[in-house]
């Protein structure tokens, strides 16, 4: 049999990417995720294309916010630089032997430095707008992984395993089903103008209207599924309150409450995590406004594991990131910041597209 490495790195070499002979790419991730990036090294090969691997040691990003100083933080390496103008393709293994490794790390650090990378985030944007550049990450599952989901070993990799839909006999097939369902979706909401999010602690209004609907059923992250765009940035008015735990850097947000005058985030609570999420809104100018808002679709995912990756696509949900905007939907906002938190959609909780309910309790109606 097909090894679960194996298949993954054929989907998303082939699949997500479609790698092409003589494209450099790059394959990125920590040493825990070796199985995996060997596997990808090997497919990246025999589509003749030419790999480069830049692996991570354990626990590196928590040595180099505790021993690190401000100038490092701030610095930006002309190599990293000039990968990001050159690689074809980036897979970056989603792993770690350590999901908290940064909780008693300085925010402020962390906030500098994901703020001068937001320079390398934005030549990779205009690059993929141009067609020059194309991205994935995809998940490699650890012990860590899995207690920070709380579950076993076993039973977290085959929650990873159907989530990516490799228990499908066709993997690539399944997902192209995925994409046209969700394309229909997009075609709904197109052209609307107003959305309006209403839940517990929520009612929250944003305009739509001159954006792009978008698609993600696995070309860029794996597991996919969900649909998205970027309100005007000065748009979103009212409350929104996010009940599922998000990680973001390895530090826990907890029952996040975020209230919003004209685009911008005004006021800002969490149960868990507070001075963490008020730091990363000031992270620079953009930080405070809305780069994204969501629905997840992925009913293979049904509830959260403290992984992005995974629970912004789960089923019957929403998302809304803070932060930079996507400019293939027409988002003018920048920041170093893109954190995306989650509200469950499930119970009492409705969508109104330009003053008409089109979605209730978790479901488009």
Not at 292 to 317: C, H, M, R, V, Y
Not at 343 to 364: H, P, Q, S, T, W
């Amino acid at each position: 049999m097909i090894s679960y490495e194996d298949k993954l790195a054929q989907l998303v070499c082939r699949y997500s990417l479609h790698v092409k002979k003589d494209d450099l790419v790059l394959i990125r991730g920590e040493v825990c995720g070796e199985p995996l990036i060997r596997a990808c090294f090997k497919e990246v090969l025999r589509l003749g294309a030419h790999p480069l691997i830049r692996m991570s040691i354990s626990e590196q990003n928590a040595l180099f916010f505790k021993y690190g100083a401000d100038h490092q933080f701030r610095y930006v390496s002309p190599v990293d630089k000039t990968q990001a103008e050159t690689i074809a393709a980036q897979i970056f293994v989603e792993t770690t032997d350590n999901s908290k490794q940064l909780t008693n790390a300085d925010s402020a650090s962390i906030a500098k430095a994901q703020k001068v990378r937001g320079d390398l985030r934005e030549i990779m944007t205009e690059r993929e707008d141009r067609g020059e550049f194309s991205w994935i990450i995809a998940p490699y599952p650890t012990l860590a992984m899995a207690q920070e989901a709380e579950m076993s070993l076993e039973d977290y990799q085959d929650f990873v395993y159907n989530a990516c839909k490799l228990n499908e006999a066709d993997p690539v097939a399944a997902w192209e089903a995925v994409d046209k369902m969700q394309a229909a979706i997009v075609a709904r909401l197109t052209g609307s103008q107003t959305i309006r999010v209403v839940g517990k602690n929520t009612d929250l209004t944003l305009n739509v209207g001159g954006r792009l609907w978008r698609s993600c059923a696995g070309q860029r992250n794996m597991p996919d599924g969900e649909v998205f765009t970027s309100p005007l940035e000065s748009s979103a008015t009212g409350t929104i309150f996010f009940d599922v735990p998000t990680n973001y850097n390895g530090v826990e947000a907890k029952n996040v409450f975020l209230r919003l005058e004209a685009g911008k985030v005004v006021e800002a609570k969490a149960d868990k995590g507070e001075d963490f999420l008020l730091k990363m809104l000031d992270t620079d100018e953009g930080a405070r406004f809305v780069g994204e808002i969501a629905f997840g679709l992925n009913d293979n995912i049904t509830k959260p594991s403290k992984n992005i990756l995974f629970d912004e696509k789960i089923g019957q949900t929403m998302h809304m990131a803070v932060g930079a905007s996507y400019t293939e939907t027409g988002g003018k906002n920048k920041s170093a910041l893109h954190w995306d938190l989650i509200k469950d959609m499930r119970e009492d909780a409705f969508v109104e597209l330009d003053g008409k309910m089109i979605y209730k309790n978790g479901k488009f109606i």
